[in-house]
């Protein structure tokens, strides 16, 4: 499956952005979500959900602050961000795994898409 991430921007602290991400195949066959890689530091797990959608799981660092949805219908996934900080700022990759458990690790994900990047100004 292909992924097209997009939505990143400039944001000033305390703002919002939404990242989208479309595949180019049903979504309800896959675990998806997001990653991000600041510059200089690994890639770490941000958020994640099942192929229903149902349930989710978000990182300690976003978690009250960044939601993700999903729509099978329209084969994407989405990540909400809001109060954003400076430590924010990174690479943001949708990822997505075949079957339906979810992931939190880089080597659970079997696809990547190509990042955006998100910049939050203090």
């Known amino acids: 499956v292909q992924l097209q991430a997009s939505g990143g921007g400039l944001v000033q602290t305390g703002g919002y952005l939404s990242l989208s991400c479309v595949a180019s195949?049903?979504?309800?066959?896959?675990?998806m979500g997001w990653f991000r890689q600041a510059s200089g530091k690994e890639r770490e797990f941000v958020a994640t959900?099942?192929?229903?959608?149902?349930?989710?799981v978000h990182a300690d660092s976003v978690k009250g602050r960044f939601t993700i949805s999903r729509d099978n219908a329209k084969n994407t996934v989405s990540l909400q961000m809001n109060s954003l900080k400076p430590e924010d700022t990174a690479v943001y990759y949708c990822?997505?795994?075949?079957?339906?458990?979810?992931?939190?690790?880089?080597?659970?994900?079997?696809?990547w898409g190509q990042g955006t990047l998100v910049t939050v100004s203090s």
């Open positions: 990822a997505a795994r075949n079957g339906v458990a979810p992931f939190t690790r880089t080597y659970e994900v079997d696809y």
């Open positions: 195949r049903r979504t309800s066959s896959y675990a």
């Open positions: 959900n099942l192929y229903n959608g149902v349930s989710a």
